[in-house]
């Protein structure tokens, strides 16, 4: 999968040269890309942002620089600039007027080619560059959560990261994706290990029993108890 990443702070993706995200990296299964937005500014001052029309606190971030940033990334595909081959890109803006990201998105957007994502910082981006980029690819606007972040940095670590370890080959044993919260709707059920007994706190006696099934049916309680205390909205019946 290729990623591009467009920000005013590139260097907060520098973590993403870390741990299994930044082996897949080194191992050519994920090509990640960091741009600078200002290398797409022609003024002496490298300028995103200007006042908002109609007024109002802030200010927005300048279309030309993100057009220019993405004619040049959505057509980063195999073939030439002018006539690219493949799919086109899946253009993702964060943004706290999104669809929320949910592992259900993590998984679908896991099946793509090539992702852009463009962070946005101040009030936000002029809306023309959403209707421009559709031009180019799928355009998706999507929200971390219902708060509000100062720039969309965070929300694509926190995207890029879901749908990374989604990618085959990313995480070394895939059966450990399976058994994860959010996977069959359920809460993942507590985990142990060694020792069996830390400050007179003992592991429950059924998961040293050695009984797989009886291990499974109590794990699989433990799921239904924890998302009905913890998130009863995700329980069907109970939302
Ligand atoms: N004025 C915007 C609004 O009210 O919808 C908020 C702008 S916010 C201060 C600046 C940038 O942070 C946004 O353009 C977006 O990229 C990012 N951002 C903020 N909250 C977010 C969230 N919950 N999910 C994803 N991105 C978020």
């Known amino acids: 999968m290729r990623i591009d990443v467009v920000s005013i702070f590139p260097s907060y993706f ?13 191992s050519g299964i994920l090509d990640l ?16 942002d200007d006042t908002p029309y109609g007024g109002g606190a802030g200010m ?11 004619d ?23 943004s706290p ?23 946005g910082r101040y009030e936000g981006i002029d809306e023309r560059v959403f209707e421009e980029a559709a031009e180019l ?6 929200s971390l959560g219902d708060y509000v972040l100062n720039g969309g940095e965070v929300a694509v670590m926190a995207m890029i990261e879901a749908i990374g370890r989604l990618i085959p080959g990313v995480v070394g044993n895939p059966e450990s994706l399976v058994e994860e919260s959010h996977e069959d709707g359920l809460l993942e059920y507590p985990s142990y290990t060694k020792p069996s ?43």
Do not use: Y
Not at 60 to 70: F, R
Not at 74 to 93: C, D, L, M, W
């Open 197 to 239: 007994v830390w400050r007179d706190r003992e592991v429950p006696p059924i998961l040293l029993s050695g009984n797989h099934g009886a291990i499974a049916a109590w794990r699989r309680e433990q799921q239904i108890e924890r998302t009905r205390r913890r998130r009863p909205d995700l329980l069907p019946d109970e939302g």
């Open 97 to 119: 007027a999104g669809e929320v990201f949910h592992q259900s998105t993590a998984r679908e957007l896991a099946d793509h080619e090539h992702l852009i994502f463009g962070c």
């Open 33 to 48: 890309n960091v741009h600078d937005l200002r290398d797409w500014t022609s003024d002496r001052h490298r300028t995103v």
């Open 137 to 142: 690819g799928e355009v998706r606007l999507i």
């Open 72 to 94: 040049q990334l959505a057509s980063a595909r195999a073939g030439s600039v002018a006539e690219p081959v493949g799919p086109r890109p899946t253009i993702i803006f964060p």
């Open 14 to 26: 520098d973590g993403l040269t870390l741990s299994l995200l930044g082996r897949a990296r080194d």
């Open 60 to 70: 927005v971030m300048k279309p030309e620089p993100w057009g220019l940033a993405l």
